[in-house]
């Protein structure tokens, strides 16, 4: 079974925001397998379905960004997950501004990076050891407010590369499911080595 978390803020001040990418690739996610996603006992909308034979619980913490860890922490707990599997059956799907628009990158461990609902899943769990994937929203332009910019919506020119992240990012949930991480990494996180060995 896998936990696959979105994160992001609900609401429609917030829809389609960079800061729900999360939601954004449950969403298509949901829609790829036909599982519905409802509200849940828990601070979160949530559905289960099948990618193969593989169980997956999608899910949409409803906490707001900074208390994502909450929601994470409570399905963890009710799913009975132990920590050792964490790092193979436990997906977060978030924005991130050190990433270009549409880039995603995939890590089984790591720090928050200065996004908030990261820190609050670290805190919470209080392990490091997770898969996370990475849905690049650029960075602020220069002189402006980082949050009105991951709390903005992509203009024109960033709305077809912010989707094409979305679709790999649900893309690569599929080939963990059925391939496993090391597989998924090796794919998507394969023009990140490009670009290392090009400094060299």
Request: charged share 25%.
């Amino acid at each position: 079974m896998y936990l696959i978390f979105g994160l992001g803020n609900p609401g429609r001040r917030y829809a389609h925001s960079r800061h729900n990418m999360g939601f954004e690739a449950i969403d298509l996610i949901a829609r790829n397998h036909e599982i519905r996603i409802k509200e849940s006992k828990f601070a979160a909308f949530a559905g289960e379905g099948f990618i193969g034979n593989e169980k997956i619980v999608l899910i949409k913490p409803t906490t707001y960004m900074n208390l994502s860890g909450e929601a994470v922490r409570d399905f963890v707990r009710w799913y009975k997950m132990p920590p050792e599997n964490f790092a193979s059956r436990l997906i977060v799907i978030y924005d991130d501004i050190d990433l270009p628009v549409g880039k995603i990158r995939i890590r089984q461990r790591g720090s928050a990076g200065g996004h908030n609902g990261m820190k609050s899943i670290l805190y919470h769990l209080e392990v490091e050891d997770f898969l996370r994937i990475r849905v690049g929203v650029g960075g602020k332009p220069s002189g402006g407010n980082l949050a009105a910019h991951v709390l903005g919506k992509p203009n024109k020119d960033e709305e077809a590369t912010m989707v094409n992240g979305i679709i790999a990012a649900a893309a690569a949930v599929e080939d963990i499911v059925r391939h496993g991480a090391n597989f998924a990494m090796n794919k998507y996180n394969v023009k990140e080595k490009k670009e290392e060995n090009d400094d060299i």
